[in-house]
T-cell receptor, first 114, second 114 residues
Framework: NAGVTQTPKFRILKIGQSMTLQCTQDMNHNYMYWYRQDPGMGLKLIYYSVGAGITDKGEVPNGYNVSRSTTEDFPLRLELAAPSQTSVYFC?????????????FGNGTRLTVT | DQQVKQNSPSLSVQEGRISILNCDYTNSMFDYFLWYKKYPAEGPTFLISISSIKDKNEDGRFTVFLNKSAKHLSLHIVPSQPGDSAVYFCAASGPGSGTYKYIFGTGTRLKVLA
């Protein structure tokens, strides 16, 4: 099992450009999440999904969009990149069952917007 | 409004001694708490969790204590090892945050000195 895979690992964007951060998991997890981590800050939830076709906003959704067309994939879209979106982005997933389970994280995408 | 707080940004401990990392939360509806460990350039990895029906959970060198009346949890690492040097995040979830929407603290950087 590869777990949660994020691509790319690094990216530099110019202000106003757009890009998609890719996330895929092979653990058959039904819940998937996007977090961002800024220096000295914790992880802030951007968007999450409880299953294919269902997404919802987290704490800091502005400037981002997501889709969940399959169980495995949960891409994050930045439409008009801004310097405030410079951050490390983590995708995570979990399987919701009868018991609560922890999040499994990918290794992150470091994004710089200049 | 920071619902999960880690008030110590950093902690240094001698190898072999106990490391105690603290976390406070404000939402009394949280019912599941986790600790994650993060190395540079990697995603957070799950360490240990505790449900609100317990006040202690142990896993090898790691023990988490939960004091619901004080809305406080702590992670004890005994004995501390140089490989434990990392950033530690506590996280919480429950009906108050929307089940399975984990809220993270800002992290504590632990340095274990050889």
């Amino acid at each position: 099992n590869a777990g949660v895979t994020q691509t790319p690992k690094f990216r530099i964007l110019k202000i106003g450009q757009s890009m998609t951060l890719q996330c895929t998991q092979d653990m058959n997890h039904n819940y998937m999440y996007w977090y961002r981590q800024d220096p000295g800050m914790g992880l802030k939830l951007i968007y999450y999904s409880v299953g294919a076709g269902i997404t919802d906003k987290g704490e800091v959704p502005n400037g981002y969009n997501v889709s969940r067309s399959t169980t495995e994939d949960f891409p994050l879209r930045l439409e008009l990149a801004a310097p405030s979106q410079t951050s490390v982005y983590f995708c995570a997933s979990l399987r919701k069952g009868e018991t609560v389970s922890p999040l499994h994280f990918g290794n992150g995408t470091r994004l710089t917007v200049t | 409004d920071q619902q999960v707080k880690q008030n110590s940004p950093s902690l240094s401990v001698q190898e072999g001694r106990i490391s105690i990392l603290n976390c406070d939360y404000t939402n009394s509806m949280f019912d599941y708490f986790l600790w994650y460990k993060k190395y540079p350039a990697e995603g957070p990895t799950f360490l240990i969790s505790i449900s609100s029906i317990k006040d202690k959970n142990e896993d090898g060198r790691f023990t988490v204590f939960l004091n619901k009346s004080a809305k406080h949890l702590s992670l004890h690492i005994v004995p501390s090892q140089p490989g434990d040097s990392a950033v530690y995040f506590c996280a919480a979830s429950g009906p108050g945050s929307g089940t399975y929407k984990y809220i993270f603290g800002t992290g504590t950087r632990l340095k274990v000195l050889a």
